[in-house]
């Protein structure tokens, strides 16, 4: 198939960045969008082009490293799926595709299509964990009984692969999908329960630290969410969050 | 774990809140008003008697006094919690995108809050000038109860199209508002049910239409009838 590309070339976080143009031929319906762009910079390389830089890691749809938006959609135009599961049969011939970075003030661009999302493992680190010493003293894990529901609630959520597509679609590049998964998937669970209160208060004030915007409840992030994640988790984070605010020692 | 937090004031989401809560008292507020509006179905003398002496009433009951008080208060909270809001939102994103499709993944009015909130509240200004100004600080004459004639002042404002037009216009807009916002605003309490919010969504879109077609009704009505007419 002949595409014509349009993609985002920025030489550096300061530097100013354009859209600019490569037609491009010979591309297979069989391969992955990852794989089209790997194509594209064989050609780019020979031509003595710089290639364009993008992020990918395991290119099976678990890593949550690819990104991209593209034709005005993050994750191209296919639902529940990553841009590396995405296929060139999704497009015909004589296309034009638009691919730009993922946006937000939180996610500064290093070089082309490559943003920087370790906004997401601050916000990790303000609270996704439990404190426990698993070194040598682990317990079954069947010891504590968990609700059938809660367990199955608890994966969904933890199912988030931090891709940030969530914050690239929303209209105000707000975070909460991202963050209200990572905070339910403990938060369901009786091994999550004792630091409940200061999860949800510390990742919060973390997500707003970085710069994300606030929920309008659009819904745009749950439909192009690669793996799904429910808007019921941002509901659970709304009311945990209110509790723990009303309750909290501090 | 170390916890910081700006607990109920200043955090997203608890801007998130109040914006919810003041919304929803609004809603109430849109109940109460609607009904009073109601009245003016009734035309000829006894319709202007009765509506004046709604109005007298609502201006001087300390009940209702009260309550007027918390509606101003919801309405400058919610107006400067909502510009707040999109301005951290509009910062969040500095740089946006060449080519966007948001019609394929979220609502026109979800997308459009902040503009229709805005609208309301030109709508509001509008609105509180012709009404309530001339009937605190204006110069009113009086019915044969001797209670000041909101009725005529009312009626009047509704015979001229443009009048009509514009709150039309204004009250499509705050239907499209309340179509997203009446029920997001449960989302935003945390109240998310597989069994309930399928009913809350409906029960809000109903009413996010229904309400603005009764101000609509009174407002066509008053157009069509041109009540003060005939007295
Ligand atoms: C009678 C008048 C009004 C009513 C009944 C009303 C009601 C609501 C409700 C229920 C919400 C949903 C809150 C949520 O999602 O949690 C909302 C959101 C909003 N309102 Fe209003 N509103 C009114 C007037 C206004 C005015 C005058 C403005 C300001 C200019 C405004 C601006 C907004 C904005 C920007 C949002 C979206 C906030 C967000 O989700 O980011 N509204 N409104
Ligand atoms: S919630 Fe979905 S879109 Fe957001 S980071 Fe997790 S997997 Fe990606
Ligand atoms: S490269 Fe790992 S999810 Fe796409």
């Known amino acids: 198939m002949d595409l014509t590309l349009k993609i985002w070339r920025q030489n550096g976080p300061q530097e100013k960045g354009e859209m600019k143009t490569y037609p491009i031929s010979g591309v297979e319906e069989d391969m992955s969008f990852l794989e089209m762009l790997d194509y594209l910079n064989d050609k780019l390389i020979n031509d003595g082009i710089e290639p364009v830089v993008f992020d990918h890691d395991c290119r099976e749809g678990i890593c949550g490293m690819c990104s991209l938006f593209i034709n005005g959609e993050a994750h191209g135009p296919g639902r529940k799926v990553t841009t590396c599961q995405l296929h060139m049969r999704e497009f015909k011939s004589g296309d034009t595709i638009y691919i730009e970075p993922f946006r937000a003030k939180a996610f500064p661009i290093v070089k082309d299509l490559m943003v920087d999302r370790s906004a997401f493992d601050r916000i990790q680190r303000a609270g996704g964990f439990i404190s426990v010493n698993t070194s040598g003293n682990t317990i079954d894990a069947n010891a504590i009984p968990v609700p059938k529901e809660n367990a199955d609630k608890a994966f969904d959520a933890a199912t988030c692969i931090g891709c940030g597509a969530c914050v690239a679609t929303c209209k105000n590049s707000s975070a909460m999908l991202f963050a209200s998964a990572k905070i339910s998937q403990f938060s369901l669970l009786p091994q999550g329960q004792p630091e409940a209160k200061e999860r949800v208060l510390s990742m919060v004030n973390q997500m707003d630290l970085e710069g994300f915007g606030n929920c309008t409840n659009t819904g745009a992030c749950e439909v192009e969410c690669p793996k799904g994640i429910s808007l019921e988790n941002i509901a659970r984070m709304n009311r945990d969050y209110l509790f723990a605010s009303l309750s909290s020692n501090k | ?179 997203h916002g009446a029920q997001s605003a449960f989302q935003t309490l945390g109240i998310n049910h597989p069994k309930y919010t399928p009913i809350i969504k409906m029960t809000m879109t109903a009413f996010a239409w229904l309400i603005p077609a009764g101000f609509v009704a009174v407002a066509v009505f008053l157009y069509v009838v041109q009540p003060g007419q005939n007295l």
């Open chain 2, 1 to 179: 774990m170390a916890t910081t937090s700006k607990g109920l004031f200043g955090s997203s989401l608890a801007r998130k809140y109040w914006m919810a809560i003041s919304g929803l008292f609004l809603c109430t507020f849109l109940v109460g008003h609607l009904l009073g509006n109601l009245q003016l179905f009734v035309s000829g003398e006894e319709g202007k008697l009765a509506f004046n002496e709604y109005g007298h009433f609502m201006t001087t009951f300390p009940v209702v006094k009260v309550l007027s008080w918390i509606t101003y208060g919801a309405i400058f909270l919610h107006t400067v919690d909502g510009i707040m809001l999109a301005l951290q939102n509009r910062a969040a994103r500095p740089e946006g995108y060449v080519k966007e499709k948001q019609s394929a993944n979220a609502s026109w009015a979800s997308r459009k809050m902040a503009l229709l909130g805005t609208l309301t509240l030109f709508f509001i200004v509008v609105h509180m000038k012709s009404f309530w100004y001339e009937m605190h600080f204006g110069e009113l004459g009086v019915d044969a109860n001797g209670n000041k004639d909101l009725w005529s002042l009312t009626v009047k404002a509704f015979e001229q199209w443009w009048y009509a037009a514009f709150y039309v216009i204004a009250i499509t807009g705050l239907a499209f508002h309340l179509s």
